[in-house]
Every structure is written in C-alpha cells, then in structure tokens.
C-alpha cells in the first residue's frame, strides 16, 4: 500500500517500508538533496522541514506517520525564481557558511517569522535553539533575521505553494 502525501505542492506517493525516515524518502526517493542529513538524532536541525505547517526533523518522521500530509521542504519554500526573505536576508548578511545547516535553518526562521513578526534578538536566539551550527558565532544569522524585521515590507508568508 502506498503512502500518499503533497510535497512542495505535488501529489507523491511512496510504497516502501512505512518505518522510513521522511529525511531518506526525501533525498534517496524524490531526489531532493537540500534537506541535509547529519546527525540523524532530531539534535541538529538540519533535516528540518514543515509538515502540515510546523517545523519538524524529517529524520525523526517515519513516512508511514504522514499519509495525507503537507510537506514543504526548502526547495518548495519560495518559486524557483525566487529568494524567501529569510534566504534573501541571509545571502545579504553572507550567513552561509558550509550550508549543512542553512536549509533547517531558513525552515525554522520562516515559520518563526510567519508567527512573530517584531522578535527580539533573544526571541529569535530562542526560535534557532533547535537548529546548529557549527561555523559561524550566530551573530549574523541574528542579524539578518533582524534586518528582515526592520525592513518595511510583507511579513513571511505562510510556507506552502
């Protein structure tokens, strides 16, 4: 039996072992490869994608818990064309280091955007506490979420096609 669910906007079904990892049905069976695997525990956030609206680790999902489900992974978080604000932010204030992180990371600050809309910087240190990094100090990362804020335009949207 297959498991049927909308991915970035696209109808998907997947008919292998239900007790798959989302995280593997992502990058071995849709070939989406952004999404990163790296510690496979649900710890760094990395893997974080939205799953019927919140935030989720799609290591710690297994696809047979999502029949139905909305899932918005980073490829389907803005139209190919485009930059989100939070990806837009973090290119301006050159956040990206090695990019193991960058994805759950853009996931995570757009929900929390979505939802609050003028943080505080210990708001949004709190809204990242799911997510690591290992290469930068987290300044800048807090600093184009703040930029995004001050800015005078549309608050981030909801993420779904």
């Known amino acids: 039996m297959a498991i049927e669910f909308t991915l970035n906007g696209e109808e998907r079904a997947f008919a292998g072992d239900p ?32 799953i019927d609206g919140a935030p989720v680790p799609a290591c710690q999902r297994p696809i047979g818990m999502l029949e139905g489900a909305e899932i918005v992974t980073i490829e389907g978080i803005s139209p190919p064309e485009e930059l ?21 990371m853009v996931i995570t600050l757009t929900d929390f955007l979505r939802r609050n809309d003028a943080p505080s ?41």
Do not use: W
Not at 22 to 33: G, N
Not at 86 to 94: G, N, T
Not at 124 to 144: F, H, P, Q, W
């Open 84 to 104: 989100n604000p939070v990806q837009r932010a973090f290119l301006e204030h050159d956040v990206v280091q090695c990019g193991m992180c960058f994805p759950g």
């Open 121 to 161: 910087r210990g708001e949004v240190k709190a809204a990242l506490s799911g997510n690591m990094c290992r290469c930068t100090g987290y300044e800048r990362i807090i600093d184009a979420v703040m930029s995004i804020c001050a800015m005078d335009t549309q608050p981030v949207e909801a993420v779904s096609r």
């Open 19 to 50: 007790r798959t990892p989302l995280l593997d049905v992502l990058r071995d069976d849709c070939r989406l490869t952004s999404t990163k695997s790296v510690c496979r525990a649900g710890f760094c956030g990395a893997c974080t994608v939205m």
